[in-house]
């Protein structure tokens, strides 16, 4: 992880966000394990924007979810096992948002 683009003290306010939520994930609900430990993320992409409005404790795979959403991430990136599953979901979130817009016409 490239550290140079947050703040100095960001390892911890991102333990101490989690501790204080509770480590649950922001989208899912899952509790953070020593194996699989969730994330802080920044809501707005800005890892300088350390307020707490702007954090969200999510586990990896929403984290990776939310990062190709906004176009943080690219797919290419991605390992390939870990591809399938991710796209499964994303497609699924985009296609039902197609339909909804679709509807509405
Ligand atoms: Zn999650």
Redesign the pocket.
């Given at each position: 992880m490239d550290y140079t683009k947050y703040n100095k003290n960001w390892r911890e306010i991102s333990r101490e966000f989690r501790r204080k939520m509770g480590d649950k994930?922001f989208?899912?609900g899952?509790i953070g394990t020593r194996k699989k430990p969730n994330v802080t993320d920044h809501e707005d992409g800005n890892k300088r924007n350390d307020s707490e409005s702007n954090l969200r404790v999510?586990?990896p795979?929403?984290h990776l979810i939310k990062g190709i959403k906004s176009g943080e991430i690219s797919p290419a990136q991605l390992p390939f096992k870990k591809k399938a599953d991710i796209w499964r979901r994303i497609k699924c979130s985009l296609h039902l948002t197609e339909t909804r817009t679709h509807m509405e016409q």
């Open positions: 994930c989208d899912c899952r999510r586990c795979r929403c």
